[in-house]
């Protein structure tokens, strides 16, 4: 299994440039989710999804679309990229919504200029 | 959501144990004590968790106080791969917040050869 994966590793934008990471996990898992890391801090949760078509809101969504057409993938779209989302993305997945353990990607490292 | 309060930092010497505490006072009753880890440039890793009993795999012991108020995360033998951010989490299996991680700033851990 891959497990998690994430593209890109990188990603330059200017500002009001629309830009989706992508996030992949490959073990079946119903529950994904979206983080973003600031520096010196903690994860913040953006968006999350129990199953293919069911999205919904963290703590952090504002500027930041999602959807879940298939199981495996859960896209996070910036529609409008600001330098406030300058930050590292992490995808995590697990089996489902209560499970004990979730599974992070190795992350995006995004800047907005 | 309940809040962790952990030490911004700490060292250890290769070989030698390492207890990484964590309190945890509004702690409720359905709220499961999780630790992850983060290794440098790398997406947040699952290490133990517990409810109230302590807790052993391989990777950790988790040691729960009697009141859950706080908690113990043990090393039994640092190595240099273990030098990371260490974070200390409450998810709930009930409510609003079922099933969410919610990250602090967790414990930086420094591993001396």
Redesign the interface.
């Known amino acids: 299994n891959a497990g ?1 994966t994430q593209t890109p590793k990188f990603q330059v934008l200017k500002t009001g440039q629309s830009m989706t990471l992508q996030c992949a996990q490959d073990m079946n898992h119903e ?1 994904m989710s979206w ?1 973003r890391q600031d520096p ?6 953006i968006h ?1 999804s129990v199953g293919a078509g069911i999205t919904d809101q ?2 952090v969504p504002n500027g930041y679309n999602v959807s879940r057409s298939t199981t495996e993938d859960f896209p996070l779209r910036l529609l409008s990229a600001a330098p406030s989302q300058t930050s590292v993305y ?1 995808c ?1 997945s697990s089996y ?12 995006t490292r995004l800047t907005v200029l | 959501d309940a809040k962790t309060t952990q030490p911004n930092s700490m060292e250890s010497n290769e070989e030698e144990p390492v207890h990484l505490p964590c309190n945890h006072s509004t702690i409720s009753g359905t709220d499961y004590i999780h630790w992850y880890r983060q290794l440098p440039s790398q997406g947040p890793e699952y290490v133990i968790h517990g409810l109230t009993s302590n807790v052993n795999n391989r990777m950790a012991s988790l040691a729960i106080a009697e009141d859950r108020k706080s908690s113990t995360l043990i090393l039994h033998r640092a190595t240099l791969r273990d030098a990371a951010v260490y974070y200390c989490i409450l998810r709930a299996l009930g409510g609003t917040s079922y099933g969410k991680l919610t990250f602090g700033q967790g414990t930086i851990l420094t591993v001396h050869p």
Do not use: H, I, N, W
């Open positions: 998690v529950y983080y010196g801090m903690g994860l913040r949760l999350y963290g703590e992490f995590a489902s919504r209560g499970s004990d353990t979730q599974y992070f990607g190795p992350g």
